[in-house]
């Protein structure tokens, strides 16, 4: 209390200079309109700044609320694309999946079998064998679980094969990393009787229970044919940069055990 009245006494004369200038503005702005106007104006525009930056400082702060709110949204409508996209004969969809968000939490792609971790394990519903997605393209699949995370195969793994087609003409191939270019991979076993074209989009063949039909992968980058083989060697360049994504979908198929057992 007694440095609070020293610093008082010590800056006495500016802190009357302060009061006298209150009082001197409220008794100039009472004697007329004209200054009345003015003072409300600047008043108001001082109001104005100072709740412009309370509400910027709070949105700020809601960031990661606001952004996690984006997220559940945009899982909602992956969801719904991917089960609208998937139809049987009856008009209801044929094999249904449920999505679930997670972030990836450690990535590598400096090896010739790379695999990443991901923040959801037993405990949020994940299991073995499920496909992992994110905006853009496929990441990899699901290959053990823990309480709370679990371990991945990326797509970026030389023993890994998925199942993708030409979405014009639904010509089926296999996909696989060759270990090289982690934004490459190779589309084998397209048959010399189909059409390809740089620039044709690969996507999902929906022929495993991982992923669904028609998540997208890539364009045709290169190719070439071998008549003898009868084949194409097809380069396909990813839509998605595994290194840097960070916000994956995981993708539970409702008909995987069924399907697992009439196997």
Same mark, same amino acid.
């Given at each position: 209390? &007694?440095?609070?009245? *020293?610093?008082?006494? @010590? *800056?006495? @004369?500016?802190? #009357?200079?302060? $009061?006298?200038?209150f009082f001197s503005l409220i008794f100039i702005r009472n004697r007329s309109l004209y200054h009345q106007s003015k003072f409300d104006k600047l008043a108001t525009s001082i109001t104005g700044e100072i709740f412009n930056s309370r509400t910027s400082?709070? +949105?700020?702060?809601? #960031?990661?609320?606001? *952004?996690? +709110?984006v997220l559940l949204e945009n899982k909602n409508l992956k969801e719904a694309l991917i089960n609208k996209n998937n139809y049987g004969l009856n008009g209801e969809s044929s094999v249904k999946f449920e999505a679930f968000l997670a972030k990836i939490v450690k990535n590598s792609i400096k090896s010739s079998r790379n695999y990443l971790i991901i923040n959801k394990g037993k405990?949020?519903?994940i299991k073995e064998e499920m496909g992992i997605i994110s905006s853009k393209g496929i990441i990899g699949i699901v290959n053990s679980v823990s +309480?709370?995370?679990?371990s991945v195969i990326s797509?970026?793994?030389?023993? #890994?094969?998925? *199942?993708?087609?030409f979405k @014009?003409?639904?010509?089926?191939?296999? #996909?696989?990393?060759?270990?090289?270019?982690?934004?490459?991979?190779?589309?084998?076993d397209i048959s010399i009787i189909n059409d390809v074209n740089i /620039?044709?989009?690969?996507?999902?063949?929906?022929?495993?229970?991982?992923?669904? +039909?028609?998540?997208? %992968? /890539?364009?045709?980058?290169?190719?070439?044919?071998?008549?003898?083989?009868?084949?194409? &060697? $097809?380069? %396909? &360049?990813?839509?998605? @940069? $595994?290194?840097? &994504?960070t916000n994956v979908y995981v993708l539970k198929n409702k008909s995987q055990k069924e399907i697992i057992n009439l196997e």
């Amino acid at each position: 209390m &007694e440095q609070i009245i *020293n610093a008082f006494l @010590k *800056n006495k @004369k500016f802190i #009357l200079f302060i $009061v006298l200038l209150f009082f001197s503005l409220i008794f100039i702005r009472n004697r007329s309109l004209y200054h009345q106007s003015k003072f409300d104006k600047l008043a108001t525009s001082i109001t104005g700044e100072i709740f412009n930056s309370r509400t910027s400082i709070s +949105e700020y702060f809601n #960031l990661k609320k606001i *952004n996690d +709110e984006v997220l559940l949204e945009n899982k909602n409508l992956k969801e719904a694309l991917i089960n609208k996209n998937n139809y049987g004969l009856n008009g209801e969809s044929s094999v249904k999946f449920e999505a679930f968000l997670a972030k990836i939490v450690k990535n590598s792609i400096k090896s010739s079998r790379n695999y990443l971790i991901i923040n959801k394990g037993k405990k949020d519903s994940i299991k073995e064998e499920m496909g992992i997605i994110s905006s853009k393209g496929i990441i990899g699949i699901v290959n053990s679980v823990s +309480e709370n995370y679990s371990s991945v195969i990326s797509i970026l793994n030389i023993d #890994l094969q998925i *199942n993708a087609k030409f979405k @014009k003409n639904n010509a089926f191939g296999s #996909l696989n990393w060759d270990g090289i270019n982690s934004n490459k991979m190779n589309l084998n076993d397209i048959s010399i009787i189909n059409d390809v074209n740089i /620039g044709d989009t690969i996507v999902t063949g929906g022929m495993s229970t991982y992923f669904p +039909e028609g998540i997208p %992968i /890539g364009v045709v980058s290169d190719y070439n044919i071998f008549l003898d083989k009868g084949y194409y &060697e $097809v380069k %396909i &360049e990813l839509n998605n @940069k $595994v290194g840097n &994504e960070t916000n994956v979908y995981v993708l539970k198929n409702k008909s995987q055990k069924e399907i697992i057992n009439l196997e």
